[in-house]
T-cell receptor, first 112, second 116 residues
Framework: TQLLEQSPQFLSIQEGENLTVYCNSSSVFSSLQWYRQEPGEGPVLLVTVVTGGEVKKLKRLTFQFGDARKDSSLHITAAQPGDTGLYLCAGLPGSHTDKLIFGTGTRLQVFP | GAGVSQSPSNKVTEKGKDVELRCDPISGHTALYWYRQSLGQGLEFLIYFQGNSAPDKSGLPSDRFSAERTGGSVSTLTIQRTQQEDSAVYLC??????????????FGPGTRLLVL
């Protein structure tokens, strides 16, 4: 069974701080997605990375796919209270499947 | 346009009762997914419908769980003889035609099920 482990599980920081969330696996994924989920809502897709070593930026968020396509990271610069939420990574084990495997989640709390 | 909707938003039931959870996907989306999310955790895949193909039921945890999709649109997830460990948020997602897994899945707000 392919697993995606996220770390840290919980993160509480002050507004303006930087942070990095990690998503790791021993398995290779054809693509990897990051979602953010707010209380009472479903996850919302932030980004999809498909190429090993790929880096994508979304305003203050930087996403990186590992060279071996087994891991990914999400870096947030100058965090804001609006960044608060549950961050989930999700990977596709192969290009011929559409069943995402979700990570264990990282709950981020940004205090003003 | 309207997003994915789910009903009810909350459901409290007694152990042993059957429950039905409904999902209305985005119009035109051919793929529909059901997931289960335990408190504050990641999502567990349950079942997947794609067009007229046979559904992928490989994630259903037991034979008490079943799902159907009528007319390629609305889907119902049924849990028979509910157990306390079935308590979770059940999320539905839909997407356009499958393109090698790179299309976006749009999630509904979920149904929060509590089995007493």
């Amino acid at each position: 069974t392919q697993l995606l482990e996220q770390s840290p599980q919980f993160l509480s920081i002050q507004e303006g701080e930087n942070l990095t969330v990690y998503c790791n696996s021993s398995s290779v994924f054809s693509s990897l997605q990051w979602y953010r989920q707010e209380p009472g809502e479903g996850p919302v897709l932030l980004v999809t990375v498909v190429t090993g070593g790929e880096v994508k930026k979304l305003k203050r968020l930087t996403f990186q796919f590992g060279d071996a396509r087994k891991d990914s990271s999400l870096h947030i610069t100058a965090a804001q209270p609006g960044d608060t939420g549950l961050y989930l990574c999700a990977g596709l084990p192969g290009s011929h499947t559409d069943k995402l495997i979700f990570g264990t989640g990282t709950r981020l709390q940004v205090f003003p | 346009g309207a997003g994915v909707s789910q009903s009810p938003s909350n459901k409290v039931t007694e152990k042993g009762k059957d429950v039905e959870l409904r999902c209305d996907p985005i119009s035109g989306h051919t793929a529909l997914y059901w997931y289960r999310q335990s408190l504050g955790q990641g999502l567990e895949f349950l079942i997947y419908f794609q067009g007229n193909s046979a559904p992928d039921k490989s994630g259903l945890p037991s034979d008490r769980f079943s799902a159907e999709r009528t007319g390629g649109s609305v889907s119902t997830l049924t849990i028979q003889r509910t157990q306390q460990e079935d308590s979770a948020v059940y999320l539905c997602a839909s997407s356009l035609v499958w393109r090698g897994g790179q299309e976006t899945q749009y999630f509904g707000p979920g149904t929060r099920l509590l089995v007493l």
